[in-house]
T-cell receptor, first 112, second 112 residues
Framework: GQQVMQIPQYQHVQEGEDFTTYCNSS?????IQWYKQRPGGHPVFLIQ?????EVKKQKRLTFQFGEAKKNSSLHITATQTTDVGTYFC????????????FGTGTRLQVTL | KAGVTQTPRYLIKTRGQQVTLSCSPI?????VSWYQQTPGQGLQFLFE???????NKGNFPGRFSGRQFSNSRSEMNVSTLELGDSALYLC???????????FGPGTRLTVL
């Protein structure tokens, strides 16, 4: 079946350092969504990318969708303690639009 | 708009019992999806309902079932609970098939 893997599984950075998580799908995705889950919380939608090669920015966060629409990345510039959480990518299962496969997630820890 | 609400927030059951969880979507959203989140398996899709019909289904046994009412509220039921059913059960609503999902706070189910 369709698999979506993320690396790294865990990253610990000092505040002010940059952070990147990579998402790789075994199949082509029609779109990719990114979510953030704070410790003890629930996933919160961050962004959706649809076009091949698309790049979107939200303040210190930069999201990219690969040319082949099988991979994506999230880059955070100058991390802050508020960035702590687990970041998930998610894409529709092939043949469906609304049945999402979530990536394995990358847990980010930020210390002062 | 009010967000997605789930009740109850916490639940403790014993093996063999059954449980019903409830989800109220964002007003106007007709799609409701359910996910199971565990440390070992991550976020896994259970099923999706749209206009009272199950539109998509994940790879879970028949003990997991759901339904949606005419006001888009949804319930999921797990019968003959097993220890491995202990998890955070998340409900998410969406305005359309390719729209992002908005998650509720989840129901933490513990099976003893």
């Amino acid at each position: 079946g369709q698999q979506v893997m993320q690396i790294p599984q865990y990253q610990h950075v000092q505040e002010g350092e940059d952070f990147t998580t990579y998402c790789n799908s075994s199949t082509t995705l029609s779109n990719i969504q990114w979510y953030k889950q704070r410790p003890g919380g629930h996933p919160v939608f961050l962004i959706q990318l649809v076009k091949s090669g698309e790049v979107k920015k939200q303040k210190r966060l930069t999201f990219q969708f690969g040319e082949a629409k099988k991979n994506s990345s999230l880059h955070i510039t100058a991390t802050q303690t508020t960035d702590v959480g687990t970041y998930f990518c998610a894409g529709p299962i092939t043949g469906t639009a609304s049945k999402l496969t979530f990536g394995t997630g990358t847990r980010l820890q930020v210390t002062l | 708009k009010a967000g997605v609400t789930q009740t109850p927030r916490y639940l403790i059951k014993t093996r063999g019992q059954q449980v019903t969880l409830s989800c109220s979507p964002i007003s106007g959203h007709r799609s409701v999806s359910w996910y199971q989140q565990t440390p070992g398996q991550g976020l896994q899709f259970l099923f999706e309902y749209f206009s009272e019909t199950q539109r998509n289904k994940g790879n879970f046994p028949g003990r997991f079932s759901g339904r949606q009412f005419s006001n888009s509220r949804s319930e999921m039921n797990v019968s003959t609970l097993e220890l491995g059913d202990s998890a955070l059960y998340l409900c998410a609503s969406s305005g359309g098939q390719v729209d992002p999902q908005y998650f509720g706070p989840g129901t933490r189910l513990t099976v003893l």
